[in-house]
């Protein structure tokens, strides 16, 4: 046995403690070196750890005659080591007929649905994947020849929710293929990968090489050690980003989360960005797919000059700016606001039942005696400076009010910006108007021109109720 070899994959998984006492593992084996060399190391550990090993095998018949050799290679592999193999047959070229995609994502989603399929039948609890240090690299290539950030350039993980492990990720093919040979195990070549049709391939047979050959001889190991590095540091970054969210009591509940600008604002922009990502991942419930454009236009709402605004983003997701405020929600708990005009005429004594603000308005005529000038919920109107008729309405064009206090008037918009009402409630707040001008925004401010007086004989009360 290859001493050296199974040493150093025997660290990795005390590292990050990929194993314990009595594990049930679903070990993925599709025939090739690498996943056999993980059956093989895992059978030599099973006494250690007193692991109970399932070998489950897809066939995806993409190979024909290829496809079903490499089945039938992996059910003697597991009969020569006495371990139970779980193989099924998935028509992925009929699925993609079906709904479409790339056949690389419709294997690796049949796949891992079939793992957790085994684990779930044969009461397992972890799941082994023979990715190791090259695949690393080839993903970290990848992902950056695509733009992708911290989170993308950490790679592959060693463990994903404390459930998938990869106990071979921090050694080389190469080491693999000369562990088989040391063990005497055979194992079955994919065709496919020598062609170059899909990018994965091309970087690991034309791009790495190159680099290898002419730039770093070390390449893998270091874009390994870079992994590593950036892995750190991402979870850092992660843990910090969602302790600001514990802190500020900000719960995604799957529909709505509000933020403040003003304290969003007082975080470094590295934090800035993690909790967006964070944000928008839990509404939308997706971990990939949530990238740099989708962070980028957000921020640019919170950091644009408009107090108001929106973004539609895929995953149906929405943002909304309110002054102050951001909103992250579900598009499908969106309502659209209802702008249409509405108008309800006055009678005194009467009530107004606002539909559309969902509010009553309590109108009388009351003495003089009667008023309570310091109610949050009443206004008093000198009856005599109104020029009926009345009527309730919501915003139109041009609409003015004389607020008290104020020599000249000011239109109902600015007023509305200047109060920070948020541009979609505007077209929801009742206005009580006479024949000449905007007399009171309900709930806010009354005109001067109605206001009391000591000449004032008769008094219009109007009660929200």
């Not at 950030?149 to 998938?164: C, E, F, N, W």
């Not at 943002?319 to 309800?344: Q, S």
């Not at 007023?415 to 707040?429: A, G, N, Q, T, V």
């Amino acid at each position: 046995m290859d001493v050296n070899f199974f040493n150093k994959v025997k660290s990795t998984i005390e590292r990050y403690r990929m194993l314990d006492r009595g594990d049930r593992i679903c070990v993925a084996v599709s025939g090739g070196p690498d996943s056999v060399a993980l059956l093989r190391l895992l059978s030599l550990l099973a006494s250690d750890y007193s692991l109970y090993l399932v070998v489950a095998h897809l066939n995806h018949g993409l190979r024909g005659s290829e496809s079903n050799r490499d089945e039938a290679f992996v059910q003697e592999l597991g009969r020569s080591m006495g371990v139970p193999v779980k193989s099924k047959h998935v028509p992925v070229n009929s699925i993609k007929r079906k709904k479409g995609g790339s056949l690389e994502d419709i294997c690796r989603k049949e796949r891992f649905k079939f793992l957790k399929e085994v684990l779930k039948e044969n009461g397992l609890n972890k799941i082994a994947l023979g990715h190791n240090l090259d695949d690393q690299a080839e993903t970290i290539v990848m992902r950056f020849l695509r733009g992708s950030g911290m989170t993308g350039i950490k790679g592959i993980l060693p463990v994903r929710d404390d459930m998938y492990i990869r106990p071979l990720l921090e050694v080389t093919r190469k080491e693999i293929l000369e562990f088989l040979k040391s063990e005497c195990t055979g194992y079955v070549t994919d065709s496919s990968n020598l062609e170059n049709m899909y990018l994965r391939n091309r970087i690991r047979n034309d791009l790495i090489p190159e680099l290898q050959d002419h730039y770093n001889a070390r390449l893998v190991e270091n874009l390994g050690r870079m992994a590593d590095v950036m892995r750190v540091d991402d979870d850092f970054v992660e843990g910090a980003a969602d302790g600001i969210l514990t802190d500020w009591k900000i719960l995604v509940n799957g529909d709505t989360v509000k933020i403040k600008i003003s304290k969003f604002k007082g975080l470094h922009s590295a934090l800035q960005r993690r909790v967006i990502k964070l944000l928008l991942e839990r509404i939308s419930l997706k971990k990939k797919g949530i990238g740099y454009l989708h962070i980028a236009a957000v921020m640019d709402l919170i950091n644009g000059e408009r107090p108001n605004g929106f973004l539609n983003l895929p995953f149906q997701i929405r943002v909304e700016r309110e002054y102050d405020n951001i909103f992250i929600l579900k598009e499908k708990n969106h309502a659209t606001v209802d702008t249409t005009p509405f108008c309800y005429p006055v009678e005194i004594p009467g009530i107004i039942d606002i539909r559309e603000a969902g509010i009553k308005i309590k109108f009388d005529i009351v003495d003089t005696d009667d008023c309570d000038l310091k109610s949050d919920k009443a206004i008093f109107m000198d009856d005599n400076a109104i020029k009926y008729p009345l009527e309730i309405r919501n915003m139109r064009p041009g609409d003015r009010i004389q607020p008290i206090g104020m020599d000249g008037t000011k239109k109902i918009k600015e007023y509305f910006i200047d109060e920070k009402i948020p541009e979609k409630r505007r077209s929801l707040m009742p206005l009580l108007v006479d024949r000449k001008s905007v007399i009171w925004i309900m709930g806010m401010r009354l005109s001067n021109r109605v206001r009391l007086t000591d000449m004032t004989e008769k008094v219009v009360k109007a009660e929200i109720v």
